[in-house]
Nanobody
């Protein structure tokens, strides 16, 4: 059973914006933190942003001031608002939630930023 489904990726020019969404199916969504990761071709998967169950956020230095993570527990959804996009933001973006006894990953959504 698919637990996390991402959407919102696409092709955008440098300087543009995209908003990614990740919908969770577990009923425990609201009680755990959730994160966005990304993986560029030939690179390791890296943590982009995390939001805790009570809304505290953390960001990778490379996206601070440009990306914003948020969550809507009523909709079981986490968002990643990406502004001022750069070609180096090109990657597949994944959401990940870890709970008691599980670590769910979505299938990923491709973000491509052209120069």
């Amino acid at each position: 059973q698919v637990q996390l489904v991402e959407s919102g990726g696409g092709l955008v020019q440098a300087g543009g914006s995209l908003r990614l969404s990740c919908v969770a199916s577990r009923s425990t969504f609201s009680i755990y933190g959730i994160s966005w990761y990304r993986q560029a071709p030939g690179a390791q998967r890296e943590l982009v942003a995390t939001i805790s169950s009570d809304g505290r956020t953390n960001y990778a230095d490379s996206v601070k001031g440009r990306f914003t993570i948020s969550r809507d527990n009523a909709k079981n959804t986490v968002y990643l608002q990406m502004n001022s996009l750069k070609p180096e933001d090109t990657a597949v973006y994944y959401c990940n939630q870890r709970g008691f006894g599980y670590s769910d990953w979505g299938q990923g959504t491709q973000v491509t930023v052209s120069s």
